[in-house]
């Protein structure tokens, strides 16, 4: 009976000990399919970030256009600097235009297709009473017809409203040279080194001065 007692012990002892180890075996498995699965995680996450830590990052002011006004050249130096920047412009690729100093600024009605029919406007602005109008005989406005030149802008576009009330349309503002003004030079570029080039050139001449502005060409 002993005996009967002892073996159904051990073996229930056995069993036991086979679902523990069972239990211990499965808990393993688990933490190393889990640290499997982290690092996958983490190595997709570096495959990112290397991704685009290694874009190439567009260059800035590439193909940026430049605009400098350079002032200041007393009129008996004015054609020097000029002859300056053609020998520049040999070199670099630039454009340079010669801006007055002192503008007027011309109201206009535009261009008609010939001297009768500029005419013939040109009655009708006098019938409304304006009486310092004419036809314009130069091109590129010729056959155009002039209502006044004012020496600001604000004077000009009073007087457009003012025409406008009277039910005229289509007048335009011109700008002109005021007589005897001085001339400066705007110089545009989409190269670097022409500022550098053009810096120097302004040292040549003391009393000019050299500065970058916002390009409206």
Known sequence: ??????????????????FIFQNSSGSVSEDRQSLHSDRITLRRSEVTVSDTSSSPTPAKGKGETICVE???LPANEFEHGRDALRNLASEQPLSVIETPLERMYWVVFPPLPSREAALTKLGEFKALGI????TIN??????????????????????????????????????????????????????LEVLKQLDKLRQTYPSTTLSRVDCHL
């Open 1 to 18: 009976m002993r005996v009967l007692i002892l073996a159904l012990v051990l073996l229930n002892l056995a069993v036991a000990g086979y």
């Open 70 to 72: 350079w002032k200041g």
């Open 131 to 134: 009486k310092e109008a004419f």
């Open 138 to 191: 130069e091109d590129p406005l010729r056959n155009g017809i002039s209502l006044g030149l004012y020496g600001s802008e604000e004077l000009a576009r009073r007087q457009i409203r003012d025409m406008e009330s009277k039910g005229l349309t289509s007048l335009n503002i011109e700008t002109r040279p005021k007589e005897g003004t001085g001339y400066y030079f705007v110089i545009k570029s989409e190269q």
